[in-house]
Each structure stands twice: as structure tokens, then as C-alpha cells.
């Protein structure tokens, strides 16, 4: 079956201006995740939804990331007037399973950001 | 300091070894412990995981969590090309705390 796809893959932005990354989750998946990886370094946790409901979002960086995921179902993670230490790879998991229970974390392919 | 830490590597190793990766973790409290792999400009996708302290074994791969000295580590018997790639060891508090991440390169 359909895994979980991100678009775009790729994404060059210059330095200001905002950018949309959208993660359409493998489906009936309650649980939906955010991660930022910078290169060379292992995924960071940003935000976690339950359903339409965003449950943590202590990993967010700043006041210019904003995600959503208005129906349960596709989120999108939003970042506004962009940085160049925003440049990395943002993965999307989803997850039959509520937080706190071990369930395995499906992640998509990512988008790569380049901010120049 | 990083509630997971991991050896950064890179490892280069020659088909057929058996390959060791090993992280360490800060808090006692965790009980998950898992192992992800990830090809290049792919997600990571899970291989293992093990609960408190133990051995799980799953064809050439073996878990292996020491909870007395915090101590994870992932061995890789009969290592093969296509075992290229990085390996990210992780905890679960609700979200995955992954370590760094080790590049792995099996030369055939």
C-alpha cells in the first residue's frame, strides 16, 4: 500500500521568503509527526499531532515555523521568512498508535530545504 | 549534552565482517530502544526494537541494550553491500529521540 509522500522533494527558497512543505500520512494514521534533520545529524523532533489536534509542538525552533493539519488527515508544516540555518531535511512519520505508545513511526522520503 | 549519543563514524568495513554500532543515552527512565536505517534521501525506516535490557535477534542483526551502563548497541553479522547506509539508534518518550547517526559502508 501507499506509504507516507511529502511534497516537494526539493526546495530551494531565498533567505525571507516563506515556504509550505505538505506530508499526506499513510491513511486512517492517527498519529502524525514533524522532524528537522541537518546534515550529518540524526532527526529532531518538532511537532506532533493526534487526529486535528497538535499535542506538542516544543520542538518548533522559532515563531516563523506554524504547522497544521486541519481535516487529521494531510498537515502542512510552514515556515515563514526563511533562514539559512532552516536549510535541512524535514521528515514527516505517521503512526497508527496514540503518543506514549511504542508504535512504529513511518516516515516519508522528506523534503530537502535549501534557504540561500 | 544529547540525550543520545552515537558513535558519528564513518565506518568503512569489507563484505563479510561483522559490523558493531553502539550509542549511550543519559536517562535511566527510558525503556524503548529502537534502530532505524536510513539510504540516502530516504526516510529512515525501522529495523529493530527492543524493550529494557536484552537481546533481539532478527536474521544477521542483533539488539542489544544494556541498562546498567546505558549502553545500545546494534551488531551486524555476514555484512553486505546493501547494508550501506546510515544507522540511527533512538529512544521513545512519545516522540523518537534519535542519536546522531552512523554512515556505513560495506566495501564489496
Known amino acids: 500500500g501507499a506509504g507516507v509522500s511529502q511534497s516537494p522533494r526539493y526546495k530551494v527558497a531565498k533567505r525571507g521568503q516563506d515556504v509550505a512543505l505538505r506530508c499526506d500520512p499513510i491513511s486512517g494514521h492517527v498519529s502524525l509527526f514533524w522532524y528537522q534533520q541537518a546534515l550529518g545529524q540524526g532527526p529532531e523532533f518538532l511537532t506532533y499531532f493526534q487526529n486535528e489536534a497538535q499535542l506538542d509542538k516544543s520542538g518548533l525552533p522559532s515563531d516563523r515555523f506554524f504547522a497544521e493539519r486541519p481535516e487529521g488527515s494531510v498537515s502542512t508544516l510552514k515556515i515563514q521568512r526563511t533562514q539559512q540555518e532552516d536549510s535541512a531535511v524535514y521528515l514527516c512519520a505517521s503512526s497508527s498508535r496514540r503518543t506514549g505508545m511504542v508504535g512504529e513511526q513511518f516516515f516519508g522520503p522528506g523534503t530537502r530545504l535549501t534557504v540561500l | 549534552q544529547k540525550e543520545v549519543e552515537q558513535d558519528p563514524g564513518p565506518l568503512s568495513v569489507p563484505e563479510g565482517a561483522i559490523v558493531s554500532l553502539n550509542c549511550t543515552y543519559s536517562n535511566s527512565a527510558f525503556q524503548y530502544f529502537m534502530w532505524y536505517r536510513q539510504y540516502s534521501r530516504k526516510g529512515p525506516e525501522l529495523l529493530m526494537y527492543?524493550?529494557?535490557?536484552g537481546n533481539k535477534e532478527d536474521g544477521r542483526f542483533t539488539a542489544q541494550v544494556d541498562k546498567s551502563s546505558k549502553y545500545i548497541s546494534l551488531f551486524i553479522r555476514d555484512s553486505q553491500p546493501s547494508d550501506s547506509a546510515t544507522y540511527l539508534c533512538a529512544t521513545l518518550r512519545g516522540k523518537l529521540i534519535f542519536g546522531q547517526g552512523t554512515e556505513l559502508s560495506v566495501k564489496p
Open positions: 527492543t524493550y529494557s535490557s
